[in-house]
């Protein structure tokens, strides 16, 4: 496990960080389809809070796309880095995230964010960030539709329908269980949507969430827990 130390200079305020998130939306990459699914590499990250004691446990587990076993994976642990604020909630993350990734020994091929990455207020979410900080492909898997509106998809896995901005296409609702509740994705950095709907269909053979986010969160929960006791 890595002990992650708030980076000098990190956004204290509102301000700074959308100002951040400015600077950096501009160099977000999103003409690449980005890797096939089934093949190589890919990366599930996710993060836990315990806010009472100012401690944010990151994860990134690693599989095998084709097999979708365990390939490798690391953990972070370091202090909260920013306040809770809807729309920027990758400044509270991102530091312990990167040091979960940078713990890892393989190539991560494409990264899996429980979050968003274009389809955020300010067209970049964590999976966006992170891309452009990594120059890795990234795309978003959400639970929830955050702010955009959408129609209900089909019943049948592999339904979709656009997640809209006004008429803006900014991901897309997908069942990914029959009758389920779909997943919202969202391209992050170096990632096509058709692409990332088919990852997210390949990582979910018998559940609604992917495997990388499953194995990822319950991942940096235990590292949480561990962490907290020592703490």
Not at 52 to 75: F, H, N, P, W
Not at 101 to 127: E, I, K, Q
Not at 134 to 145: E, Q, R, S, W
Request: hydrophobic content about 45%.
């Amino acid at each position: 496990m890595t002990t992650v130390s708030i980076p000098a200079g990190w956004p204290a305020t509102e301000e700074e960080a959308r100002a951040v998130q400015d600077e950096l939306r501009e160099r977000v990459l999103l003409g690449e389809a980005g890797p096939p699914p089934g093949a190589g590499h890919v990366t599930g990250v996710d993060v836990a809070y315990d806010d009472e004691r100012d401690v944010v446990a990151a994860a990134a587990v690693v599989l095998d796309a084709g097999t979708l076993e365990v390939v490798e994976e690391a953990t972070a642990v370091g202090r909260i880095s920013f306040p809770y604020v809807p729309g920027l909630l990758a400044f509270r993350e991102i530091p312990t995230v990167l040091a979960a990734l940078g713990a890892l020994t393989c190539p991560p091929g494409l990264v899996v964010c429980d979050g968003y990455g274009l389809a955020h207020p300010r067209r970049f979410g964590l999976a966006s960030h992170l891309g452009v900080l990594t120059d890795l492909p990234t795309i978003g898997v959400a639970k929830n539709p955050f702010t955009f509106a959408h129609d209900e998809p089909g019943a049948a896995r592999g339904s979709v329908s656009p997640l809209l901005a006004g008429t803006e296409e900014v991901g897309r609702a997908l069942r990914t269980r029959d009758a389920v509740k779909p997943v919202f994705v969202s391209v992050g950095h170096r990632a096509g949507l058709d692409n990332a709907c088919a990852h997210t269909l390949a990582l979910t053979p018998a559940y609604r969430l992917p495997e990388t986010t499953r194995r990822a969160d319950a991942l940096c929960r235990r590292a949480l827990q561990e962490a907290t006791i020592r703490h």
